[in-house]
């Protein structure tokens, strides 16, 4: 009982359980949802801080390119005569110093070195030969500029992994207030972007771990990607920016765990309640069916003798009548006792109801399980039998007067009292009592300690008649 109790409660508590898993899983669903989009959203923020970063410092580069290769008197000391001294003092103190140009290079028409300055001296060598073959694509298309027009700078990215610069290439010209005239040498600026310059620009705007590399970015890294002059991918700057969602992800999941620890608990506790409910309604539920039990019982059955009562006989006559076809014939005897009120009025009435009781257990030992034995009320009791075995009616009958005729000692007295019975016979269970009592009282009318059989009279249509008995 217990157990199959259990069971119905926790079937009950399914849908509340699963909906608590499926809200839990749903939360965490969202809170990861959430935490990867701040990421996500960080990410993509940091690559455009990244992007505006290197496209200022090419426009810049582009600028300081424009402001040298666009200038009559650089095309007159470097182009119409190479002037040392002014080099010197213009590149190699000023802006490699002052403003980090690491590279100066003047290219010739066939694209030969004319100026070939890195870091602070004069070097040796083609300075194409350092920056790689993309540095001749950089130059060729700073020559695309129109003749005898403003000079456009062309900008980009040369070298390798370990060795990049940001560069700046332009056709020098010069101008006065009547026209532009280019030349067919070209002037090239380079910075280099070493680790100590990614450092120091991952610090100053908050880019940690910047580097340059080729392996492909993780999926919480930040990149933008170092594109050659055809396009063509170089390499990636890569760094860790910083995730709110991560950071966010140890509280977020800390008051999750709080949360749904705390629901939890109030949910355990709601069903404790709900099972101890349900448990008290369950035993209130038994109790009163009980109570309905005892009271159906009561209401059926003799207090005194435990028989069944006066409504209980009209019942179990109501079931044989639902069970008359006509033909099949129903018994039943009626008893009363004789001198049981000389006892009562002798020996009083607890030994009055000491000798009821012992009434009702001799005709129920007398009895099979088929048939039913009640108290109608006072002295009278009834037997219905199951089954009409006349002869079995008779002797039943016979020895139940045997035995109530004899002197038995009940509550210390001496008591003698006897028993007179009435038989009857019926197809119509309605009528069994009617003439068991005519029979009864032809019993106590001829002598008391006597059983009479009901005969009916063909003639019998008045149940005031008396229809002739037989003494038994």
């Excluded at 669903?29 to 989009?37: E, G, H, K, R």
């Excluded at 100066?104 to 040796?124: K, M, P, Q, S, W």
């Excluded at 007067?401 to 038989?423: V, Y």
Aim: charged fraction near 25%; aromatic fraction near 8%; proline fraction near 3%.
């Amino acid at each position: 009982m217990e157990k199959a109790r259990l069971e119905r409660i926790h079937k009950l508590s399914r849908p509340f359980w699963a909906s608590f898993i499926i809200g839990a899983v749903s939360l965490l669903i969202f809170a990861a949802f959430l935490v990867n989009a701040l990421d996500r959203q960080a990410i993509t923020s940091s690559e455009r801080v990244m992007g505006s970063i290197l496209g200022e410092r090419l426009d810049r580069l582009s600028e300081l390119t424009l402001e040298y290769a666009y200038w009559d008197e650089a095309v007159d000391r470097l182009i119409n005569k190479f002037d040392e001294d002014w080099i010197d003092t213009t590149f190699i103190e000023y802006i490699y110093s002052d403003l980090g140009i690491i590279g100066v290079h003047v290219l010739d028409g066939e694209n030969a070195d004319l100026l070939h300055i890195f870091e602070d001296y004069r070097a040796d060598g083609s300075s194409m030969a350092r920056y790689g073959p993309d540095a001749l694509k950089l130059i060729n298309r700073a020559r695309r500029t129109k003749d005898n027009e403003a000079p456009i700078p062309s900008t980009g990215f040369l070298g390798s992994t370990s060795d990049l610069f940001l560069a700046s290439a332009i056709q020098m010209a010069t101008y006065d207030a009547e026209k532009i005239t280019s030349t067919d040498h070209v002037m090239m600026f380079t910075r280099k972007m070493d680790q100590t310059g990614l450092a120091d620009l991952g610090e100053k705007f908050q880019l940690p771990g910047l580097q340059v590399t080729t392996d492909a970015p993780t999926y919480f890294q930040a990149h933008w990607p170092i594109r050659t002059e055809d396009g063509t991918i170089l390499a990636n700057f890569v760094w860790n920016p910083v995730l709110p969602g991560q950071q966010l992800l140890a509280p977020l999941a800390i008051g999750l765990i709080i949360v749904y620890g705390g629901m939890m608990i109030a949910a355990r506790a709601f069903l404790k309640q709900a099972t101890q409910m349900v448990s008290a309604l369950e035993k209130a539920k038994v109790r009163t069916e009980r109570a309905k039990e005892l009271l159906a019982h009561q209401a059926n059955t003799d207090a005194l003798t435990g028989l069944g009562n006066r409504w209980s006989f009209e019942q179990a006559l109501d079931e044989l009548s639902a069970q008359a076809d006509g033909t099949k014939e129903f018994a039943l005897a009626c008893f009363d006792l004789d001198r049981f009120k000389t006892i009562n009025d002798t020996m009083g009435h607890e030994t009055g109801d000491e000798v009821l009781k012992f009434v009702g257990e001799t005709l129920s030992s007398l009895t099979f399980s088929q048939d039913k034995v009640f108290r109608l009320g006072g002295d009278e009791f009834v037997i219905v039998f199951g089954l009409n075995d006349k002869g079995r009616v008779m002797t039943v009958t016979k020895e139940a007067i045997a035995i109530l005729s004899q002197r038995i000692t009940i509550n210390g007295h001496s008591c003698q009292f006897g028993a007179s019975a009435g038989i009857a016979y019926s197809t119509e269970p309605v009528n069994l009592l009617r003439r068991a009592d005519t029979a009864l009282y032809a019993s106590k009318k001829k002598g008391r300690g006597q059983a009479t059989v009901y005969i009916p009279d063909s003639t019998d249509t008045s149940a005031q008649r008396l229809p002739a008995t037989e003494t038994l």
